[in-house]
C-alpha cells in the first residue's frame, strides 16, 4: 500500500517532466530536458543536470500500477534512449558537461546525469555502443577530476557510478580511483556521523550521502561502511523535526532534502533506520 502511494505520487510528475523534454525526433535537440535551453533560448547552452530525467521515465515505464498511462509504452524507452544520446551530444569533448555557466564542468550535474543515465539504459535493456563510449568517457573524467569544494555526496556518487560501470562494462580500469574516491568520503565523515557539505553539515544532502554509500555496500560488503552507515542513520535522526520535517535554512546548504532510499537499504540489517519517520 504504502510503496503504491509513492509510486502514485510519483507517476504524478511524469506529466510535467515531458513538458520538459524536446520530444520532436526531427529536431536537433531532440532528447534535450532543459526547456530553457530548447524551447524558450533564453540559455544558450544546455544543463547536463537535466538529463538525469531520463531515470523516472525508465522508472514510470516498468511501474506495474492501474491507470499508469507510461507503463511498458514504446515511446517512452525511444524518449529514454533519446535523453541519454543527447547528455552524449552535448558534453565537451571530454566527457564533462556544464551545469549554471558556460564551461564550468560541473561534477555533480556529471554524476548525477550519469548515474542516471547508467540505471536507466540497464532497465530499459538498451544495446547502443555510442551511449556507451559516452558512459566510459564522462567515468574517466569524473575519476581524474577533483572539484574546488568538499562536497561528500558528489563523491560517493561518483564512487557508485564507478562501481555501476565497472559492472556494465566489465572492467577493473576505475578500481584504484573508486578506492580514493571512497577513502576520501569515509575521511570526510566527523566523530557525529556527518559528512562534510561545504563547510560543515547539511542533513538533506548528508541523506543522499547515505543512500549512495548503502548502495555501494551492496556491491562491496566493506565493514568500515557499514559502521560509517549506522553512524550516519544514526545523526540523521537527530534532524527530524516535531511536525516532522527535516533540514533547513541553519544547515550548511541550506536543504530540505530526504532521501529515504538509503535508509530502506540499511534497515535490511539495521533495523533502526526504518524507524526515522
Known amino acids: 500500500m504504502t510503496r503504491d502511494l509513492f509510486a502514485r505520487q510519483a507517476l504524478n510528475q511524469i506529466p510535467k517532466i515531458l513538458t520538459l523534454l524536446d520530444r520532436n525526433p526531427h529536431s536537433p535537440t531532440y532528447g534535450c530536458f532543459d526547456r530553457n535551453f530548447w524551447h524558450y533560448k533564453i540559455i544558450d547552452f544546455p544543463s ?5 530525467f531520463v531515470w523516472p521515465l525508465a522508472l514510470a515505464y516498468h511501474t506495474d500500477l492501474p491507470d499508469n498511462p507510461f507503463y511498458q509504452q514504446p515511446v517512452i524507452l525511444d524518449w529514454v534512449e533519446a535523453g541519454i544520446l ?53 567515468a574517466n573524467w569524473l575519476a581524474h577530476h577533483m572539484e574546488s569544494g568538499q562536497l561528500s555526496n558528489h563523491q560517493a556518487l561518483i564512487v557508485l ?24 568520503v569515509l575521511s570526510w565523515q566527523s566523530p ?53 520535517s527535516y533540514g533547513g535554512e541553519y544547515t550548511s546548504r541550506n536543504t530540505y532534502n530526504f532521501f529515504p532510499h538509503g535508509f530502506e537499504l540499511v534497515g535490511r540489517w539495521f533495523p533502526e533506520a526504518l524507524e526515522i519517520k
Not at 550535474?109 to 540497464?122: Q, T
Open 192 to 244: 557525529e556521523g556527518w559528512f562534510i557539505e561545504y563547510e560543515g553539515c547539511d542533513p538533506g544532502y548528508h541523506t543522499l550521502t547515505i543512500s549512495c554509500l548503502a548502495r555501494i555496500y551492496l556491491l562491496r560488503l566493506d565493514p568500515r561502511l557499514k559502521e560509517a552507515l549506522i553512524k550516519a542513520v544514526e545523526l540523521a535522526a537527530e534532524f527530524i523535526h516535531p511536525d516532522g
Open 161 to 184: 557510478c564507478l562501481d555501476l560501470l565497472s559492472e556494465l562494462l566489465h572492467t577493473n580500469q576505475w578500481d584504484r580511483a573508486r578506492s580514493q574516491r571512497l577513502e576520501q
Open 48 to 52: 547536463g543536470m537535466a538529463q538525469e
Open 86 to 138: 543527447f547528455a552524449a551530444s552535448s558534453s565537451h569533448p571530454d566527457g564533462s558537461c556544464d551545469d549554471y555557466f558556460p564551461y564550468e564542468r560541473a561534477a555533480g550535474a556529471a554524476a548525477f546525469s550519469l548515474l542516471a543515465s547508467i540505471e536507466s539504459y540497464k532497465a530499459m535493456g538498451l544495446h547502443n555502443p555510442i551511449a556507451l563510449q559516452f558512459f566510459e568517457k564522462r
